[in-house]
Nanobody, 127 residues
Framework: QVQLVESGGGLVQPGGSLRLFCATSGFSLDDYTIGWFRQAPGKEREGVSSISNSDGNVYYANSVRGRFTISTDYAKSTVYLQMNSLNPEDTAVYSC????????????????????WGQGTQVTVSS
């Protein structure tokens, strides 16, 4: 069955970097979109970035564009989220999600568009 397992979270100082991993199994990444979402305490879940592996399109929220990079390692069936220049506002639980196909319009930002979710990994940016 489809499984997503996030890892790579942790505590980092402001200005630091982290690399998140979304290890996938049970499906072929080639035809799926993988999205990264985050949810901070007391806030709504927000879309961070997404990669549509079927057409190569990548998407970023304005708040992370230029600092975060999403990529796919097909050999390892893993999607990465490289996060640089982190600030305390990036503190949240980060989760990856997936759905077959490419997101129409801005659907990549919409959590319910995705069918499967991982459990999440905590990212804390603090001095």
């Amino acid at each position: 069955q489809v499984q997503l397992v996030e890892s790579g979270g942790g505590l980092v100082q402001p200005g630091g970097s982290l690399r998140l991993f979304c290890a996938t199994s049970g499906f072929s990444l080639d035809d799926y979109t993988i999205g990264w979402f985050r949810q901070a305490p007391g806030k709504e879940r927000e879309g961070v970035s997404s990669i549509s592996n079927s057409d190569g399109n990548v998407y970023y929220a304005n708040s992370v564009r230029g600092r975060f990079t999403i990529s796919t390692d097909y050999a390892k069936s893993t999607v990465y989220l490289q996060m640089n220049s982190l600030n305390p506002e990036d503190t949240a639980v980060y989760s990856c999600a997936t759905r077959l196909g490419s997101p129409p319009g801005s659907k990549w930002l919409v959590g319910p568009w995705y069918d499967y979710w991982g459990q999440g990994t905590q990212v804390t940016v603090s001095s």
